[in-house]
């Protein structure tokens, strides 16, 4: 994996075709695709529900940083 190619990105721009870095250096399966989920009327009460090509999904709170990498520059 080239390190230069992975991305510190907000959660709710994470992008389909990419893999989740994980802090210990695991990766996620490819993203599929990327669904914000409000939890309430409130605008700022939004998730960032991420589902992977294995069927499997993931939630993160909106805002907080994490990293991506493209599945081919694996």
Do not use: A, C
């Amino acid at each position: 994996m080239s390190l230069e190619k992975i991305e510190n990105v907000l959660s709710e721009n994470l992008g389909e075709g990419y893999r989740i870095v994980r802090e210990n250096g695991d990766l996620s399966p490819m993203i599929e695709w990327v669904d914000w989920i409000q939890q309430s009327d409130d605008e700022e009460d939004i998730m960032v529900e991420v589902s992977f090509e294995d069927d499997t999904k993931e939630t993160f709170k909106k805002g907080i940083f994490l990293k991506q990498i493209w599945h081919e520059d694996v």
